[in-house]
Nanobody
C-alpha cells in the first residue's frame, strides 16, 4: 500500500504560479510512476502530467505543456508539480497518483493509488 498526500494548493491570480507537492508513504520502495490529474466542477478527472520512477521520462497534457513541470525526489519520497502562467481554466482539484507502469501513465484506470486532492483556484 502507498499513501499519498497532496499540499500546496490555494488561490492565485491569473499569470501566477503555484507548486504542488505530493508526499508518499508506505510501500515507497516500489518503482512507481507518479502522475498528476485534475478535476474541475462538472468535468471528468483528466491527466495533467506524469514522471517515470527514475525521473528519466515525463509526459504532459497539451493544455499544460510549457507551463507546468513535474519532478520527483525519490530520496524524500516526494513528487512535485510546478505550475506557472496559471489560467482560470486551470482551476480544479489536483490529485497525485501512483502507477506501477509508465506505459499507462495517461489513463486514470492505470493508477493504483490516489491522494485526497488539493484545490487550486485561479482568479481572472
Amino acid at each position: 500500500q502507498v499513501q499519498l498526500v497532496e499540499s500546496g494548493g490555494g488561490l492565485v491570480q491569473a499569470g501566477g504560479s503555484l507548486r504542488l507537492s505530493c508526499a508518499a508513504s508506505g510501500r515507497t520502495s516500489s518503482r512507481y510512476t507518479m502522475g498528476w490529474f485534475r478535476q474541475a466542477p462538472g468535468k471528468e478527472r483528466e491527466f495533467v502530467a506524469a514522471i517515470s520512477w527514475n525521473g528519466g521520462s515525463t509526459d504532459y497534457a497539451d493544455s499544460v505543456k510549457g507551463r507546468f513541470t513535474i519532478s520527483r525526489d525519490n530520496a524524500k519520497n516526494m513528487a512535485y508539480l510546478q505550475m506557472n502562467s496559471l489560467k482560470s481554466e486551470d482551476t480544479a482539484v489536483y490529485y497525485c497518483a501512483a502507477d506501477m507502469w509508465y506505459s499507462t501513465r495517461t489513463r486514470r484506470s492505470g493508477y493504483d493509488y490516489w491522494g485526497q486532492g488539493t484545490q487550486v483556484t485561479v482568479s481572472s
